[in-house]
């Protein structure tokens, strides 16, 4: 394991090692933690970019679509815990 120095804004320490004392973990614990958390954030946003960018240039390519209302109706049926049918990609090309 390295280390690595970190300065940080007096007040920001202060409030880091006060939610580290309210979780019951070291400051230095809390900080890891934090840190471990934004890097799962951005490791995930950058794959769901990547993803989207790959579904936008796959749809370029085929002139194949899904419509948004289907799309929507589709997720409000899943989410409510219902059956549904998958929409159907239809070509958005003339």
């Given at each position: 394991?390295?280390?690595?120095s970190?300065?940080?804004p007096d007040e920001l320490k202060e409030r880091a090692a006060a939610a580290a004392d309210k979780l019951g973990v070291s400051p230095h614990a809390f900080m890891v933690d934090a840190i471990a958390d934004a890097t799962?954030?951005?490791e995930?946003?950058?794959?769901?970019v990547a993803e989207a960018l790959s579904a936008d240039e796959a749809m370029t390519r085929t002139g194949s679509g899904y419509e948004a209302d289907e799309v929507f109706a589709y997720l409000r049926q899943r989410a409510a815990r219902k059956k549904a049918a998958r929409p159907k990609a239809k070509s958005w090309r003339g």
């Open positions: 394991m390295t280390t690595t970190l300065k940080l799962e954030r951005a995930r946003r950058a794959e769901f």
